[in-house]
């Protein structure tokens, strides 16, 4: 991997981003290097880098079959808006058209030097200040532009996707859905917020029309995988 150094005393640093730096005389783009040990302590980088370059393009793939389904609108469509965001309104229809095309561009621009290990010394090289209750699977850091996902061990832990033995997606969470919900966050994605947490909770915001539920991370990841209704209610999208 040509995007690392080695420092003297043997740390492996990884490189994250070019940049201008202060003091402001000096203009010379300088490298930004994070420390980077293997990824997830229960899986070498060399398995751990190709499943997240396949859940990247599951995503991609994810993510068209939502635009498609947006354009073509039918009622099948609309039940899944109305699942997950509580209506199926032509503003919310937009707003996922435009979204989730911005953040296609995102996820498939995503490449191995994107997935770095959780350190507080790492956030903060790119710019953002670690939470003190950092108990996050994975995180990223908002007005960072490298598009760095910080992976925790909870991450690590994770199953790659949490899917029925005919691979419909259960309501629960993974890899795949942190991996989108991650990328929702990005302000030039879709800016998404963490208003709560757990696709179960999502179903149940949608169901009770809160207006957040197009701005909340779960929600949109929840969509994306094409999470059914698993409770037998309405809207009735099945499995
Ligand atoms: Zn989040």
Redesign the pocket.
Known sequence: MANHIVTPDGRRLKKVATRTTTPVDDSSAKAVNVEAPRVCYNMPDEEFFPLMIRLRDKAVRLMGDRLAELSRWNAADRDKVLLWFGEDSDTTRQALSDGLTRMREIMRGLAERNFVKFTPEGVRAVGCEPRKDSL?AA??CKPDGTYTIFIGTIFCDMEKEANRYDGIPFAKDSKLVTLI??VA?FPKSMN???HW?NITNSQGRAAARDQFCIDN??NIAAYVVNVPNWRGDVPVWRP
Do not use: G, I
Request: proline share 0%; charged share 35%.
């Open positions: 996050a995180s990223v919900h991650e966050h998404a917020k963490d947490y991370a779960d």
